[in-house]
């Protein structure tokens, strides 16, 4: 399986070395290492939400209302700095992660205590969580000028040639590396996908490592929230709407199934980097932003379609034809 | 056994306080239908009005029509998520048509095709490769609204003929909309449809147990194929009926109704898993998102605001008889 595994990302990663490849025919600065430090620094955010979303997926779940999550602490945020420009940020980022927290434990105790479908679960809490950060912010925006400089400088401030946005994406994947492959949550978390069933008696509490999951994209989401607002300096009700949808569009071009149990870390950076990588090129090879929505469309067509492709020799095949 | 969760594709259904909760889950849609309406009433002086109620109806038809395709579709275990995209691209067909000078009829028909053919192209992608309907869902949803962008750009169709402004606009008899008559009488032909015809058993039936169904005799690939078709046709009368009431198309139109309109179809008892639902609770929900939209807008609530009550209606509703059970049960 793990062999299995490495040859789908290796395939990922030709895809983008192509991809780098023919933009740079058309714009050769495109293949640049700085420029590529740039498109990885653009798509850090991405990067982060798609490993939170992995984990849930993984586990045969989903969770809608992340954008919504990273909208109201984005928000939260904002208006903490915008009132005591005083709170240092990493400050601001403990309490980001714990609004964030907050909010995915809701999530994960419904789908946990009240068994209640994650899809119907996060489909509710999308548009609440959203119309809560209205009802917090009365409308409102907050502007660049609210925010201290430090809130808008610290993700841009360079280390080590590096901006600090990117070394938090590095660090993130990193633990998530060390969560999926070298904890008995990963584990559990792999052994719920491919069948909850054994999974409650191989002993694991699968509701309760749902409700970790969930946690730990709430956690996320409110990571990137700040992460958000802080770059894109605007913090509003109509931040990342709809984007929940791009996260799960990066984990399926990662090739994470959405059945569940199969996936990796590395999947979810590729895929969300490749997604990335087009929005980056579009305008630097004149080609019309509007195109960006229906390539990503395709992409993740041919990404399940491949993928399918590759689960189906794996022994799920006796469900699968039956169906079909 | 509670926390041992049923396989994905073939969940049990059939036990009986699961099926006794099903058939009184309209019964608490009614309750809270009657509970919102009163309190409407009596919140705004405006509200009962034969006006302002034929007004309300708009909330919700065009969403409606789609619900009760989507309800057999997730009835049958699988989802579609280019709804709102299939409205996108059909509109903006529709909107090229006028440019190019086509009449009413022509208008309608195109509209109609390319949901049909957007709703097949999802059908085929899932039936006939196998795959996931919410992953394809949501790739042909960014592919479809994707097209209506490529064409369109940041520019708008408008300019469609005085008669096309009849779907989304007219009246067939005093506060009674042609929208209204359309969502009635395919709340009927799709009751007919799920409970009264061979073809609804085997919805059920491949909803409850694909394999078992499968070796009945059920053609199970065939029938969500079609299902897929009957989503899209649904789309694009919805988008028919959404280009004539705004008279314009742009690639952002409809945006999020997909969330919307499962919510619709999750309110109305139809469970995500698939096997178990009615048109009737449909019908019940899609009035009920109705009423709370339209009431909380007479009193001036933003459009936002008023997402948080569908949400937290959607979670209550579905966690209440569970909750319920639970307590009776002494767990």
Redesign the interface.
């Known amino acids: 399986m793990k062999a299995f595994l490495k040859y789908r990302e290796i395939w990922l990663l030709a895809a983008i070395v192509l991809l780098i490849g023919l933009i740079s025919t058309r714009f050769p600065a495109f293949a640049d290492p700085g420029n590529l430090r740039q498109v990885f620094n653009d798509t850090s955010i991405l990067m982060i939400l798609a490993l939170g979303q992995m984990v849930v997926i993984l586990t ?1 779940s ?1 969770d ?1 209302s992340m954008a919504s999550n990273l909208c109201f602490t984005g928000m939260v945020v904002a208006m903490l700095n915008a009132a005591h420009p005083a709170i240092p940020i990493p400050l601001l980022i403990v309490i980001a992660l714990a609004v964030g927290l907050m909010l995915g434990a809701i999530n994960g105790l ?1 789908v946990w205590r ?4 994650s ?3 996060t ?6 969580y ?3 950060t ?2 917090l912010s009365g ?1 409102a925006w907050v502007n660049a000028d609210k925010m201290s400089p430090d809130f808008i400088g610290f993700q841009r401030a360079a280390f080590l040639g590096i901006p600090v946005l990117s070394w938090i994406a590095i660090l993130v994947i990193a633990l998530f590396f060390v969560l999926m492959t070298r904890t008995a949550l990963g584990r559990s978390i792999y052994a719920i996908g491919v069948n ?2 054994a999974s ?1 008696y191989a002993g694991i ?3 309760r490592t749902k409700f970790i999951v969930f946690c730990i994209s709430g956690m996320i989401g409110g990571l990137s929230g700040y992460l958000w607002i802080s770059r894109y300096v605007i913090a509003s ?1 109509e931040v990342a709407n ?1 984007y929940e ?1 791009n996260i ?2 990066a984990c ?1 071009i990662g090739g994470i199934s ?3 149990g199969i996936g990796s870390v590395g999947g979810a950076v590729l895929g969300a980097l490749f997604l990335g990588i087009i929005s980056n090129a579009l305008p630097v090879i004149n080609i ?1 932003p ?12 041919l990404a ?2 491949l993928n ?1 492709r590759g689960e189906r020799q794996q022994g799920r095949i006796i ?6 | 056994m ?4 049923a ?3 073939i969940p049990d259904r059939l036990d009986k306080p699961l099926r006794s909760a099903i058939f009184s889950w309209e019964a608490l849609l009614v309750v809270v239908a009657v509970a919102i309406f009163a309190i409407n009433s009596f919140a705004s002086p405006y509200f009962l009005d034969p006006y302002s109620l034929s007004d309300l109806t708009f909330n919700f038809t065009e969403k409606g029509l789609i619900a009760f395709a989507m309800a057999l579709l997730i009835i049958s275990g699988e989802i579609d ?1 280019s709804v709102a995209a299939i409205i996108a691209l059909a509109s903006t067909m529709m909107g090229m048509a006028v440019q190019a000078g086509a009449g009413t009829p022509a208008l309608v028909a195109i509209g109609i095709v390319v949901g049909l053919g957007c709703g097949a192209f999802n059908g085929l ?1 899932v ?6 309907s ?3 869902t ?10 209506a ?2 064409i ?3 520019q708008a169709y408008k300019g469609y003929p005085s008669s096309f402004a009849f779907f989304g606009q007219g009246y067939v008899w005093w506060v009674v909309s042609f929208e209204l008559v359309l969502f009635l009488i395919a709340a009927i032909v799709y009751w007919f449809l799920l409970h009264r015809t061979s073809f609804g058993r085997r919805v059920f039936a491949i909803g409850n147990n ?2 078992a169904a ?2 009945s005799g059920v053609r ?2 065939r029938t969500k194929f079609i299902l897929f078709c009957l989503t899209g046709l649904m789309s694009g009368i919805a988008s028919v009926l959404i280009t004539s009431r705004l008279g314009s198309t742009r ?1 952002s139109i409809a ?2 109704y997909e ?1 919307e309109v ?2 619709m179809v ?1 309110l109305g008892g139809v469970s ?2 698939g096997g178990a639902g009615s048109i009737l609770g449909v019908v019940l929900a899609a009035f009920i998102m109705g009423l709370v939209t339209f009431g909380l807008g007479l009193l001036n609530v ?1 459009g ?5 009550f ?3 209606l ?2 209550i509703v ?2 209440l008889p ?2 319920w059970r639970r307590l009776r049960g002494g767990r």
């Open positions: 045969r989903i809608l419904l009240l068994n209640i479908p899809i119907v679960v489909l509710g809490t999308l548009t609440i959203r119309g809560a209205f009802v409308g909850p069933t409650v509490d699968v509701g009700v709809g949808l799960i569009a399926v959405i059945a569940g019309s509007f195109w960006q929505m229906a390539i990503s469309g395709s992409a993740i067509i399940v379609v399918a469900l699968r034809k039956v169906e079909a | 509670t926390d041992i969760p396989p994905r594709h998520l992608l039936t006939r490769l196998g795959l996931p919410i992953v394809v949501i790739g042909t949803m960014s592919l479809f609204r994707g097209i962008f490529i369109l750009g940041d694909p394999i499968q070796f199970v690939g690639p945006q999020g969330l499962i919510t999750v995500i898993l933003p936002i605001v008023m997402s948080i569908i949400g937290l959607l979670i579905i966690a569970i909750v």
